[in-house]
């Protein structure tokens, strides 16, 4: 079974019913609390050797790393998180010298972000993981579902740079990376601020976040809403000492990916001027239900090519 | 570091404040949303050859066991459960033959309690475990704070049967053991109607489940008030081939242990009687802040030796 399998699998045991909105190919569970008032979960683990190494990564980055992953979800889904739930898997013994700069790492990620960790599990396992939950509020969640022939596709930020670490780190040592590399991999940021102004300002049809790569991210919101998408190669912004194959199909950059109706494009303008942030618009949603790069006159068709947990090696 | 060090230290990274009503010692973490309106949230991970084997978990024992672990801390807050999330690190090749038996026993008990999975997570490990979120709701949380001394101490059912069943495993094949010693350990049953009695009724001034076992827990319910406890030898329910031994250290009963002021002691055996159960009372809170052991005239001071999943081998 491939993990796409799987997740059509789990999907035919979820509940979803009032007064759960929405879960199943969402990036959150979003559960109805009253009119505008949402409540969002979500969970990420993460596991040494699958999901980071010990070589590069320090404890307290992954501490960071854990929290990111977690918030971008809630940021996706345009919540505000406030409360997290560790479960900590240790193959190690517990000692201060390592658990003081993971739950440094950790906490004062939360809380940069408004979030507290009010509790947890310790287990003893053979593998090292790390298993977090946060849960997040809002009062208009934004879903994969919406998207629309017509809107214009956006991309947050730069993107690459964190696949373009794992390929620098095979050859050079930690120190000599560029520090954007290292950034984008090891201090990744969650877009929560703009995920609560694209909510707030009901700015996108429709938003998720790149974990696995533009590509399979953007195909993941195509078939959502039964629609294609054309993206102009000229457009995507490619990180500095990335390649445009590593920002097309590389994971984890953490940036948002969402649609705008043309009618709110100016709207978007005056919300990055707000937030001295530039917006890619990298494509158009089309009705034929497949993936185009256009270069010039040129238009071909992709395959939604990304990060696959259980199929990568 | 042993595990009650490191939650300690955890502990001091853990947020404390309004709307997070109590989270520290607590077997959930308890979130004021209203007036008489709390939000509960709680996590456990079962992880292979360290929770369970492999030897004598069936996939949809595996499931159960997961749901249970996690709805008996609902149930010792006395909170209603609602939604669930998974966490699925696996080793092994996702295939139906068995996804579907552990989602099974998953879901049906997750259901036979009111309790819907909504989301998760899937990873890829070179240890299989499986770690779940519930989330529950309560007007009234039921704390292990509150205990005071002259209160009776309360057991909600036989004690000792699930590491019984552990013993027995080594010496027997799975089918010539006990049906109740195979019940205890491998199909647990949560106490979540007693909960929802003990909190709706408020007859409990403090409650835990017995999940490290009764001289451990009821030792935090002891260190959290401040108090002391006697127990009555005589008066263990000790489950049906279990030893008293068993019945005083053994992990995993799920059982409530809960503390009842003298004047409920009638309202208690009038809920027993609706319920058609026995509660079984073995002891009172003392001053002294000691555990003490108590067999006709004898008096002798014990240790809270139990379950410690980091010390035990």
């Not at 599990?121 to 009062?139: A, E, P, W």
């Given at each position: 079974?491939?993990?796409?399998?799987?997740?059509?699998?789990?999907?035919?045991?979820?509940?979803?019913?009032?007064?759960?909105?929405?879960?199943?190919?969402?990036?959150?569970?979003?559960?109805?609390?009253?009119?505008?008032?949402?409540?969002?979960?979500?969970?990420?683990?993460?596991?040494?050797?699958?999901?980071?190494?010990?070589?590069?990564?320090?404890?307290?980055?992954?501490?960071?790393?854990?929290?990111?992953?977690?918030?971008?979800?809630?940021?996706?889904?345009?919540?505000?998180?406030?409360?997290?739930?560790?479960?900590?898997?240790?193959?190690?013994?517990?000692?201060?010298?390592?658990?003081?700069?993971?739950?440094?790492?950790?906490?004062?990620?939360?809380?940069?972000?408004?979030?507290?960790?009010?509790?947890?599990?310790?287990?003893?396992?053979?593998?090292?993981?790390?298993?977090?939950?946060?849960?997040?509020?809002?009062?208009?969640?934004?879903?994969?579902?919406?998207?629309?022939?017509?809107?214009?596709?956006?991309?947050?930020?730069?993107?690459?740079?964190?696949?373009?670490?794992?390929?620098?780190?095979?050859?050079?040592?930690?120190?000599?990376?560029?520090?954007n590399l290292k950034k984008a991999h090891l201090r990744p940021e969650p877009e929560i601020e703009l995920g609560k102004e694209l909510s707030y300002q009901e700015l996108a049809t429709s938003v998720i976040d790149i974990s696995d790569g533009l590509l399979l991210d953007l195909w993941r919101i195509c078939k959502e809403n039964e629609v294609g998408a054309e993206i102009w190669k000229e457009k995507i912004p490619v990180g500095l000492y990335a390649t445009l194959e590593e920002a097309l199909s590389g994971g984890e950059d953490y940036a948002l990916l969402f649609t705008v109706k043309e009618e709110n494009l100016k709207k978007l303008e005056n919300l990055g001027l707000r937030l001295n942030r530039t917006f890619f618009k990298i494509g158009k949603i089309i009705k034929e239900k497949k993936l185009y790069l256009l270069e010039g006159d040129l238009k071909r068709e992709i395959k939604p090519l990304g990060f696959n947990h259980f199929e990568e090696d």
């Open positions: 079974m491939t993990e796409k399998e799987w997740i059509d699998f789990l999907k035919s045991y979820l509940f979803e019913d009032f007064p759960v909105l929405k879960s199943k190919n969402e990036d959150c569970a979003v559960i109805k609390l009253a009119e505008r008032d949402y409540l969002l979960l979500t969970t990420d683990a993460l596991v040494e050797q699958v999901h980071f190494q010990w070589e590069y990564t320090s404890f307290y980055d992954l501490g960071v790393k854990l929290a990111v992953s977690n918030l971008s979800d809630i940021a996706a889904t345009g919540g505000i998180p406030n409360f997290a739930l560790l479960t900590l898997g240790s193959s190690k013994p517990l000692e201060t010298f390592w658990l003081e700069p993971f739950m440094e790492g950790l906490t004062s990620t939360l809380e940069r972000y408004g979030t507290k960790l009010i509790g947890g599990d310790t287990v003893k396992s053979s593998v090292f993981f790390v298993n977090l939950v946060v849960m997040g509020r809002t009062k208009n969640p934004l879903l994969r579902k919406g998207a629309q022939v017509g809107d214009y596709i956006f991309v947050s930020r730069k993107l690459g740079e964190s696949v373009a670490f794992l390929r620098e780190i095979k050859k050079l040592p930690l120190e000599q990376i560029p520090e």
